[in-house]
């Protein structure tokens, strides 16, 4: 059974930084793309960071660049994305997903990936 598991959101105020992580099990871990996404109330999901685990391909969304970085640990099957700066627009539940085929590279696509984990919420206070 897939799992995805996400953790380390909380709230915390602008300028500061957060570390989400994503533990995975339940497949192949090298052989998937692990996606991170955002909710916020009332607005659609997007896509804010990829990774391609077989060879550590990375890409952002344009308004995380700089900012945001996403990195795996294939040894623990787990995908971290370090925030920084991060600002009230930020706030939204950020979710982790896998996809085994995604073609994207960006956007990064909702609809590419199989799995998702139920969430972890990130609110930055003004």
């Known amino acids: 059974e897939v799992q995805l598991v996400e953790s380390g959101g909380g709230l915390v105020q602008a300028g500061g930084s957060l570390r989400l992580s994503c533990a995975a099990s339940?497949?192949?871990?090298?052989?998937?793309?692990i996606g991170w996404f955002r909710q916020a109330p009332g607005k659609e999901r997007e896509g804010v960071s990829s990774?391609?685990?077989?060879?550590?391909?990375?890409y952002y969304a344009d308004s995380m660049k700089g900012r945001f970085t996403i990195s795996s640990d294939n040894a623990k099957n787990t995908v971290y994305l370090q925030m920084n700066s991060l600002k009230p627009e930020d706030t939204a539940v950020y979710y982790c997903?896998?996809?085994?085929?995604?073609?994207?590279?960006?956007?990064?696509?909702?609809?590419?990936?199989?799995?998702w984990g139920q969430g972890t919420q990130v609110t930055v206070s003004s």
């Open positions: 997903a896998a996809g085994a085929w995604v073609v994207a590279s960006t956007p990064i696509l909702d609809y590419e990936y199989e799995d």
């Open positions: 990774i391609i685990n077989r060879n550590g391909s990375t």
């Open positions: 339940g497949f192949t871990f090298d052989d998937y793309t």
